[in-house]
């Protein structure tokens, strides 16, 4: 019988059970750890003085890199280092009302490489790990246990687009709604894509209750490619039929967001051509002010006038519309802005040393990864 490692990984379910079986603990001192770490969010003290086997258990994949907390409102944006030595941001949201959110990220980089969006423009794309999504989970609700407050919601609108990683993404919603881990309901977490249609419906099958968004910004479709590129994997008429059979999945209304760019896509024409595109789908749009980005100096954020006349053309239409109020400018942790500049050196750095290796995993350009996977969405 071969022996438990000395230390094991938090969410590695075959070798926490190999370390309990190992030291003959009960069944019940995971599922407590677990619960008091996963669904209460207490501190590594508190579950290190209950638990000593927590000892031989990595209780986090990611390191604290820096905390930036807004001067403005109920910010607070988290640097996480990976083992790679990458850097990964995280949101947390206070909301006025007293709920919060967490904008989570599921990658390095995005290969999406929208214009409007900060992620994009660093070239690079790497996928995360399940425990690293996870972890940005457990290290920010251990931040808001420590101010008496509850995670309300996730959201998957960090770095990267989910579904270049759907696999981890997937496996790291399995464990936040599943009972043993952090039992969440899938109402309380929503994944934003570009659109990946085969993606968007895999995941709507797999969790019906789960909130799904697609970053429209724009009916045209010679608009959208322009500022979304991938937009020419996936036509407008084929994302509306994507949305439509979805609900013909889930019982819940489709979240559109809409990016509100001067002289871009926020004309009356834009606001009309939008409501005839959504048609019959049951939708919320969400509006969104542009956060400018320096690697985008052509783009401008919609007048406030303008974006108040669009959403009252699309509220007289019958449509559900809000007008989403950006949080965290003051620290760059506003829609569009997550980025570190130190990775595109550190990429490089990784670059180098890999260049010999056979590793499968590394740091590629945007365009190898758009073309790789609609390589293999054609095999």
């Known amino acids: 019988m071969t ?6 990984r938090l969410f590695q379910t075959h070798e926490m059970e190999s370390l309990r079986r190992d030291r003959r603990l009960d069944p019940q001192v995971f599922r407590k ?11 590594d003290e508190a579950v290190s003085m209950k638990y000593p086997v927590a000892e031989g258990i990595e209780l986090h994949s990611l390191n604290l890199y820096q905390r930036m907390d807004s001067e403005i409102d109920g910010a607070t944006k988290l640097l996480f280092e990976t083992e790679s030595g990458m850097l990964i941001e995280s949101v947390i949201l206070r909301i006025a009302t007293g709920r919060t959110t967490l904008c989570v990220s599921s990658q390095i980089g995005c290969a999406a490489a929208c214009d409007f969006c900060a992620t994009g423009k ?21 931040i808001l246990r420590g101010e008496d407050r509850r995670l309300s919601n996730i959201v998957f609108m960090g770095m990267g687009e989910p579904l270049h990683n759907e696999v981890n993404v997937t496996e790291a919603i399995e464990l936040l709604t599943a009972p043993d881990h952090f039992a969440r309901s899938p109402s309380t977490v929503l994944v934003s894509t570009v659109g990946v249609p085969a993606g968007m419906l895999r995941l709507a099958k797999r969790f019906p209750n789960l909130n799904l968004a697609l970053s429209l910004h724009s009916a045209d479709q010679t608009t959208r490619e322009k500022i979304i590129p991938l937009g020419k994997k996936a036509s407008l008429t084929q994302l509306h039929d994507t949305i439509d059979e979805i609900q013909s ?26 409501i005839d595109w959504i048609g019959d789908l049951r939708v919320h749009v969400n509006l969104i002010p542009y956060n400018t980005i320096e690697a985008s100096p052509h783009l401008h954020a919609s007048p406030r006038p303008v974006i108040e006349s669009f959403a009252d053309i699309l509220k007289a239409s019958g449509l559900k519309t809000t007008v989403r109020y950006s949080l965290g400018n003051d620290i760059e942790a506003a829609c569009g802005q997550l980025i570190r500049q130190e990775n595109r050196q550190r990429a490089m750095q990784a670059r180098r040393a890999e260049s010999d290796s056979d590793s499968h995993v590394g740091f590629l350009d945007v365009r190898q990864v758009v073309d790789g996977l609609e390589s293999q969405k054609n095999k």
């Open 3 to 8: 022996a438990a490692p000395e230390s094991v």
């Open 33 to 43: 750890l677990r619960n008091d770490l996963l669904k209460k969010f207490e501190s």
């Open 122 to 142: 660093m070239g690079i794309a790497k996928n995360l790990a399940t425990e690293e999504i996870l972890d940005q989970v457990v290290q920010a609700g251990q």
């Open 249 to 274: 999945i889930q019982d819940r209304e489709f979240m559109i967001e809409y990016l509100m760019l001067r002289d871009v896509n926020d004309s009356t024409e834009d606001a009309n051509r939008l």
